[in-house]
């Protein structure tokens, strides 16, 4: 199974700031990788799929890059209503497809 | 609207039996592969099942293997997840899931679904305990 490691596993930033998270993986991946973002007592929603592209409605500081065995979600600016924990998930290998441990951003 | 409301959670004692649904509306229901996805207690996301739009085609997480079976029914647009012999570690929030890119791609008798999921339920609690 292909591993996904997150880092760093928890952030704390502004309101304003240029946030990067990073997923990295045991095995390259062509570019399968979705990001999600994921709100306390919600599910999880879809930001980013095939690695770098912006799923609808979802806002343009939103950004994702990446290929081999490091990915990066970037949050241009960040907002008040992005305080939550992002997950990737790789889709590239034949099941499991697997999540990496999640990187909870809250307000410093 | 675009909308999978599941239902079916509860406590359950180890060993037991529990039947979750997904009923979905405001899409095309037969022409999207749907997951099933699980998230234990204040931990991360655990992919667990997948099915394809005409149901023939299934992939399961080892860790549930031979003890939940997906299926589906396209006439009623509802999906299932049938859990058998659970354990305390099955403890968790069941999500369904409908993968962004439809009917997904056939290869070596899997289906891939390479987008990710852009529809989730909100989710049911599935306690095993005794």
């Known amino acids: 199974d292909i591993q996904l490691t997150q880092s760093p596993s928890f952030l704390s930033a502004s309101v304003g700031d240029r946030v990067t998270i990073t997923c990295r993986a045991s095995?390259?991946?062509?570019?399968?990788l979705v990001w999600y973002q994921q709100k306390p007592g919600k599910a999880p929603t879809l930001l980013i799929f095939g690695a770098s592209n912006l799923y609808s409605g979802v806002p343009s500081r939103f950004s994702g890059s990446g290929s081999g065995t490091e990915f990066t979600l970037t949050i241009s600016s960040l907002q008040p209503e992005d305080f939550a924990t992002y997950y990737c998930?790789?889709?590239?290998?034949?099941?499991?497809?697997?999540f990496g441990q999640g990187t909870q951003v809250e307000i410093k | 609207q675009v909308q999978l409301v599941e239902s079916g959670g509860g406590v359950v004692q180890p060993g037991g039996s529990l039947r979750l649904s997904c009923a979905a509306s405001?899409?095309?229901?037969?022409?999207?592969?749907l997951h099933w996805v699980r998230q234990l207690p204040g931990k991360g996301l655990e992919w667990v099942t997948v099915?394809?739009?005409?149901?023939?085609?299934?992939s399961y997480a080892d860790s549930v293997k031979d003890r939940f079976t997906i299926s589906r029914d396209n006439s009623r647009d509802t999906l299932y997840l049938q859990m058998t012999t659970l354990r305390p570690e099955d403890t968790a929030v069941y999500y369904c899931?409908?993968?962004?890119?439809?009917?997904?791609?056939?290869?070596?008798?899997?289906?891939?679904?390479?987008?990710?999921?852009?529809?989730w339920g909100q989710g049911t609690m599935v306690t095993v305990s005794s």
């Open positions: 998930q790789q889709l590239e290998s034949s099941p499991p497809w697997t």
């Open positions: 095995q390259a991946i062509t570019n399968y």
């Open positions: 099915i394809s739009p005409d149901g023939s085609v299934k």
């Open positions: 405001g899409f095309t229901f037969n022409t999207y592969g």
């Open positions: 899931a409908r993968a962004t890119s439809g009917s997904g791609w056939h290869k070596g008798g899997i289906v891939y679904y390479y987008y990710g999921m852009d529809v």
